[in-house]
Every structure is written in C-alpha cells, then in structure tokens.
C-alpha cells in the first residue's frame, strides 16, 4: 500500500481558527447561508483560500467518508494524447471498484482551480491531475486533501505527493542529440507559444541546452497559438521554410503539427530525410497513417496511467522520492537519416 499521504483533511475548526471567526459562522459562509457581514464573509474565504480547505458534501453519509471514485483532471479531451492516459487508468481500475471521473481544465490555472474544488468536495479515494505546475490555491487544497495525490506526464519539478511521468527535459535533449548524431546542423523549430503548455517548453529548453553543447543554436522558430492540427502543421511548416530555406531539419513540439508539416513537405517534393528531417512528440496512432512515418517520441502515455492508477488503488506503493520516472523513447521512423 501506498506509505506516502498529505496529512489530515482540514475541517470547519480549522477555517474558524484562522479566521477568527466561530465555527457556526464559517459553516454559514460557506453554506451561503444566514446573515453575516461582507467584511466576516470576505475574512472566512480568504481564510479557507489559503488555507485550502474544501467542504465536504458526503459529511454525514457515509461512515468512511470516501466515494469510489477517482478525480482524473486533463487539460484537454480534444489532444489525442489524453485518451491513451485514460484509457491506461480505466484500465487498471477496473477491477478495484472504483470508477474515474474526468475534469478538463482548457490549460486554464483558474478552471484547474474549480474544478478541483467541486471534486474534492465529494471526497474521491484519490486525485490523478496533469502536470506539476499549479496554483497556489490548487496546491494548498491537494496538500490538504488527505488522500493519494498524483500527477502525470511529467516528473521535472517538486510533487505534492507522487508524480508519474518523463523527463521532457531529457526527451528535448535525447532528440537533439539523434538529429545531431544524424549530421543535421540548420535546426528549426515549431511549437505552442501557450505559456500553460510547461511541458513543450520544458522539451524545447533540454533541446536548446543540448544544441547549446554542442556548439549551435537554433536557426529558426516559429510559434501558435491555439490547439493542433494539420492544417496548423502546414500552414507554419511553408512559413518557416519560405522564410529560412536553408533548414535541414524541423523539430515538431508534436506529432500532429508535424505531420501537417510531413505532409506539406512531401507535396512540394522536398528530399526527406536526405536534405530535410522532421520529428515531433508523442508517438501516436496518427502516424501510422502517413506515407511516412514521423520520426517522434514515445511519452510512455499508457503506462504512465497504468502505473498512476496502480498507485491510487493500493496496488503500487508510491517510492519514497515521490518520482516514479519513465523512459520517453525515440522512434527514428522513415524522417531522420540514418546513418
């Protein structure tokens, strides 16, 4: 069983000592009931904001105080890539009897907010969110909540009590270093300009800092806003190149965008991989599809939630690091050269 657990859940007595303010009171706050003061009502939030507290709406239903249910929050249901994370816990949950419910944020910090809130007041058995980046609000009410907490996708910061995932800093510096190795020299890349988007930018600071050691930078950039797809690929792929034609390879910050880019390469008769390489991330079904195969990476998306699903049953005790850290494999496909 998992050895690893915030402390215990925050109650009305603890909102009331930080506030000043009876515990009647603060029930009436935050019940939205009875006659109580702007200024009272403003001190009670504030105090439950920072303290993290939620309340609780099974109180009094059930003797264990938990639902079977396991809060699962996504920041998209629109990126192919969080399918084969649910489907990985759906998976392992299966035959535990508890049942995932999912919450999609939109890569928004304050919906992140919300939506964590409504799930933790029904009190789930645990919480398995995306990423390692939150809000201060977010934070405090998943280091009070009392119940496994873990965070998928990616491992390169400080859980708040277990993450499952890949490096993004290794899999941006594993890329380099095979594009490097491939004799490619005038890089380009094209990726999400969304500040929210930590990860794609964590990918792209490992493959700068690789590129960095070995004496080059990037040639070329060329950044969107907004959600992938095909169309984007193309659109940013004859940008770049009608801009900077002396590229010979373009890293992709995923796999949808870079098969766009495929595509419009191979239209217009680009040599690939011979005097063009491409590569993306994420390694998913899309590609195989393609008249080429893109060279990618595989973010182990099944696994990680597998083993996040695992961790929350009580099937897989959480390691004493917090860290459980997989592999992003690389998968040459038909786009880089090999030599």
Not at 102 to 131: C, F, K, N, Q
């Amino acid at each position: 069983m998992n050895t690893k657990r915030p402390r215990r859940p925050l109650t009305l007595r603890d909102v009331s000592e930080a506030s000043g303010v009876s515990e009647m009171t603060v029930s009436r706050v935050l019940r939205n009931r009875g006659d109580v003061s702007a200024a009272t009502r403003e001190k009670v939030l504030t105090a439950a904001r920072t303290l993290g507290y939620v309340p609780n709406k099974i109180a009094g239903g059930l003797a264990s105080q938990r639902v079977n249910l396991v809060a699962v929050v996504i920041p998209s249901l629109s990126n192919m890539v969080f399918p084969d994370v649910l489907g990985g816990i759906s998976a392992e949950l299966d035959d535990t009897g508890l049942q995932p419910v999912i919450g999609v944020t939109h890569y928004s910090p304050s919906r992140e907010d919300a939506v964590l809130y409504d799930m933790l007041s029904w009190r789930p058995s645990g919480v398995i969110l995306a990423g390692l980046e939150h809000s201060k609000v977010a934070r405090a009410m998943l280091d009070n909540a009392g119940l496994p907490v873990v965070e998928i996708m990616d491992i390169d910061g400080d859980p708040i009590d277990t993450a499952v995932g890949i490096s993004h800093r290794r899999a941006g510096a594993d890329m380099a270093a095979e594009i490097l190795k491939a004799g490619y020299r005038r890089i380009g890349f094209i990726g999400t300009h969304m500040p929210e988007d930590h990860r794609a930018r964590k990918r792209l600071a490992g493959f700068e800092d690789h590129l960095a050691e070995a004496g080059l930078s990037l040639s070329a950039r060329e950044y969107y806003q907004g959600g992938s797809s095909l169309q984007k690929g193309r659109e940013l792929t004859e940008r770049i190149l009608t801009r900077e034609p002396e590229l010979d390879f373009l890293y992709f910050s995923n796999d949808m965008i870079g098969a766009g880019g495929l595509l419009w390469c191979l239209e217009q008769g680009y040599d690939i991989p011979g005097k063009l390489g491409l590569a993306g991330f994420n390694a998913v079904d899309l590609l195989d599809g393609l008249p080429m195969r893109l060279a990618t990476t595989d973010a182990r998306r099944i696994e990680i939630g597998r083993r996040a699903a695992r961790i929350v049953a009580g099937k897989e005790a959480a390691p004493e690091n917090g860290i459980v850290a997989l592999t992003p494999t690389f998968r040459s496909g038909d786009t880089i050269r090999k030599l």
